[in-house]
């Protein structure tokens, strides 16, 4: 046997222990990728374990330590508790009114500048997008004082107006861009046909690209929820009456200088983030496409 055949020989005998290794170190990282996943969603997820569990329990036997996972006794009745101790119905109907209003209004305006951007051909139309995305930067605390001095001199102190009409002109930096980058992903094609058909700009965009951006509109839908319903110094701001509070002040209402009920709130907290839970069951695919969307060439 010559020197080369010898060569040939030993590559095809370590060929498969060569495989073999690979195959057994992509398993290793994908066994440790997973257990590190693993680790971290139950590391991510004892507080709200926690918060559910204190939920059931005696205000007495909450801050023990270490911790009762497992309620003894267990009180039900917690919930009953603190439903009643505050009018919780009237707050969540006032929540849902203010969210129905930011899903119309950030829909509606959002999709309509974002389809303007990404579109229509006007002078400064980039300088004007990079000012609108600037704006971004902007923290919220520091128009803070001067959108409630100017609210409070419309009278709207007291009223859901300071947290809904504002969304009716532009709703938001992020949703702007968000369907900028998703308009200008659809073929210019659609609209040039139907221009031809006679339909203006307007008809395109709400006959044509609407229908077309189901995707985007939820996810829009899904951050908008969210942000609305969790919403808690925009209320603490503007509302003055307990008629008028939202879940996120009504919880507040249950710490007090002198004394907190920590059973009821627990209770209370668990109730109110039920809502969150569930929307992320059903749409938490929105959560990745907002991300997806976020970043389309364009």
Avoid: H
Avoid at 30 to 46: D, P, R
Avoid at 119 to 138: C, N, Q, S
Avoid at 253 to 273: C, D, K, P, Q, Y
Wanted: proline share 6%; hydrophobic share 55%; with cysteine.
């Amino acid at each position: 046997m010559t020197t080369q055949e010898q060569t040939v020989t030993t590559l095809r005998r370590s060929a498969p222990a060569s495989k073999q290794r690979v195959v057994w170190e992509r398993r290793l990282w994908k066994g440790l990728i997973i257990t590190i996943l693993v680790v971290g969603a139950v590391v991510m997820s004892l507080p709200f374990v926690w918060l559910v569990s204190s939920s059931f329990k005696p205000e007495e036997k909450i801050f023990i330590f270490p911790p009762q996972w497992i309620p003894n006794p267990f009180r039900p009745q917690n919930y009953v508790e603190a439903l009643l101790y505050k009018p919780f119905g009237l707050y969540f109907f006032n929540t849902l009114r203010i969210v129905a209003l930011n899903l119309v209004a950030i829909l509606l305006s959002a999709s309509f500048c974002g389809y303007g951007f990404a579109r229509i051909r006007f002078p400064g139309r980039d300088f004007w997008f990079g000012l609108v995305l600037a704006t971004l930067m902007v923290p919220y605390f520091v128009l803070m004082v001067p959108q409630f001095i100017m609210f409070s001199r419309f009278g709207w102190v007291d009223t859901f107006l300071p947290l809904t009409i504002p969304f009716f002109f532009g709703g938001g930096a992020f949703n702007i861009f968000l369907f900028r980058q998703f308009f200008r992903s659809l073929p210019e094609e659609l609209a040039d046909a139907g221009r031809i058909d006679g339909c203006t700009e307007f008809g395109i965009y709400w006959r044509i690209m609407m229908p077309l951006c189901k995707p985007a509109l939820a996810t829009v839908a899904v951050f908008t929820f969210l942000a609305a319903w969790n919403d808690y110094i925009g209320p603490l701001l503007y509302l003055r009456s307990d008629y008028n509070f939202t879940v996120a002040i009504g919880l507040a209402t249950f710490r007090g200088v002198m004394r907190t009920e920590w059973n009821l709130l627990m209770a209370a907290s668990t109730a109110m983030i039920l809502p969150v839970i569930l929307l992320f069951f059903f749409a938490q695919r929105y959560f990745v496409d907002g991300l997806v969307l976020s970043g389309l060439k364009g």
